[in-house]
């Protein structure tokens, strides 16, 4: 993905607990409170814009916020996160239990079998990704549509 910019903020009224824990995780997995931060922001929009399609809620932030943890299991989304390449097929799409979440694979690649009603039943949100493959038959307007922060589409035939 290509370099993102970054900007020095200052954020008042962080809860203490809450920046204390996020500044151990980022110390146990090696990278700054800063990007572990954005990586948050970033999931935390996609969950956002995927509220009505995860929830069946208008998108209402309080709301959505309030009532994002009594979803049903049928609606409870499967997250893939952190993966080098990741190819996905038609079986492997049909077989998870619920829509997934992608996050953070540095290439993502939906091969032929995949087709534009599967994706669209399936996949939730494509999200933090570097590049995303997908083959003439599947509508490039329905993956943006599910996609946010994404370095790069390529359509192959």
């Known amino acids: 993905m290509p370099e993102a910019s970054t900007k020095n903020v200052l954020l008042r009224g962080v809860d203490g607990e809450a920046y204390g824990e996020l500044s151990r995780a980022a110390k146990r997995m090696g990278v700054s409170v800063g990007y572990l931060a954005s990586q948050a922001f970033k999931v935390f929009l996609a969950l ?9 809620f208008k998108g209402d932030l309080p709301g959505f916020i309030g009532r994002a943890l009594a979803v049903e299991k049928r609606r409870k989304p499967v997250f893939i996160r952190h993966v080098g390449r990741l190819v996905l097929s038609r079986e492997d799409l049909e077989k998870v239990d619920g829509s997934l979440f992608i996050f953070g694979v540095g290439e993502l690649v939906f091969d032929p079998s995949v087709d534009t009603k599967l994706f669209e039943e399936k996949v939730l949100r494509i999200v933090d990704c570097g590049k995303v493959v997908i083959h003439r038959g599947l509508d490039k307007l329905a993956v943006l549509s599910k996609s946010l922060f994404i370095g790069e589409i390529q359509e192959v035939l």
Request: hydrophobic share 45%.
């Open 48 to 56: 956002l814009d995927a509220g009505p399609q995860l929830a069946g």
